[in-house]
């Protein structure tokens, strides 16, 4: 059986998503603490409640679905990562169009287009110690994996996802806040990067269990 | 007439320079201020840009001037989907803002209202 990525998926993603974030707010308020301006768990949890808050009827295909995430987020979140997850989700849901049900193929391509919207919106590259350096590997790694199905795709997702954000910490930042702060902010997890991490872990929850 | 908008994560930062660039725009510019983040502290509000975006453009278009971080994020957003008829000038805060409130009160177009605010980064102090 191959399980597409639908309206229900899409809606399970985002609650996910807000609940990761709300258990793990404090920790990333303290990793934004160390090398930002200290509000990125405060601020991320306001957004996704939010964007939990705007979820849209199950008659709306997971393209709008995500799309009405991703508006809520940039209307509430109040920091960079606002515009920057939001514009993703948005451009993912674009990337879906109006499909009910999406295969690991084109949900791997609704992801290429989520970093695409990251990478330009925001002008950072891979390296520069941002939330790039988990979502880069981690939608290169779903599409590899695509035929394997969803859930294991996501699964490996999760994997690049979190080495990727690992190898954020001997990195010198060259966007954001913490490129202030120039040598010194080596030596520190990138909170963009650990919030990446819980959204694509989330998407992994969730269509592994639409998948049961 | 060309319409301003400063958004920066303060609002009473957002809120002076308004003030100061209307001074500048001899009362005739109009200039709006989005300032503050969602529960109004510190932050972005995409939400108050778009209303001050609104509220300044009278159809001859609208410069954007961002503080930092989040306010030069939302401000790019909002230029990908106001189509043309809003720019962000890459100019600093209130410098950028007086400029070009001076460019607007004199009915300059938006590309040298735009220009007008971008020539403040070679505005030198020492």
């Not at chain 1, 995430?69 to 993703?88: F, N, V």
């Not at chain 1, 989520?114 to 599409?143: C, H, N, S, W, Y």
Request: net charge negative; proline share 4%; aromatic share 2%.
């Amino acid at each position: 059986m191959s399980a597409a990525f639908t309206s229900a998926s899409a809606a399970a993603w985002i609650r996910r998503a807000a609940e990761l974030i709300s258990a793990d707010a404090d920790r990333l308020t303290r990793l934004d603490a160390a090398i930002g301006d200290g509000d990125h768990g405060l601020n991320l949890d306001r957004g996704f409640t939010a964007a939990v808050a705007a979820l849209p009827d199950d008659d709306t295909p997971p393209g709008g679905v995500l799309i009405a995430a991703g508006r809520a987020i940039i209307s509430k979140t109040g920091g960079a990562s606002g515009p920057l997850y939001g514009t993703a989700l948005r451009r993912a849901g674009k990337a879906l169009g109006d499909t009910g049900e999406a295969s690991a193929e084109q949900l791997g391509k609704a992801l290429t287009a989520a970093v695409a919207g990251i990478r330009e919106l925001g002008g950072a590259q891979p390296g520069d110690k941002t939330m790039l350096d988990a979502l880069t590997p981690a939608a290169e790694a779903f599409t590899a994996s695509a035929s394997t199905g969803i859930p294991e795709a996501a699964k490996a997702a999760v994997a690049a996802a979190v080495q990727g954000a690992e190898a954020t910490v001997p990195l010198v930042a060259r966007k954001g806040r913490a490129s202030y702060l120039g040598e010194r902010s080596a030596g520190h997890l990138d909170p963009g990067a650990a919030s990446s991490v819980l959204l694509i872990r989330a998407l992994a929850d969730a269509t592994t269990r639409t998948e049961a | 007439m060309v319409g301003i908008v400063i958004i920066s994560h303060s609002r009473p930062l957002a809120e002076g320079a308004a003030e100061l660039a209307r001074e500048m725009g001899v009362g005739k510019a109009v200039v709006e201020a989005a300032g503050g983040g969602p529960d109004g502290g510190l932050g972005t509000s995409p939400d108050l840009v778009e209303q001050a975006v609104a509220t300044a453009d009278d159809g001859d278009g609208v410069l954007l001037l961002a503080d930092i971080g989040s306010s030069v994020l939302a401000a790019r957003l909002l230029v990908e989907d106001y189509e043309g008829r809003a720019v962000l000038a890459d100019a600093p805060l209130v410098e950028g803002a007086v400029a070009a409130a001076s460019a607007a009160a004199a009915g300059v177009d938006l590309d040298g209202v735009r220009a007008a605010a971008e020539s403040a980064r070679d505005l030198h102090k020492r």
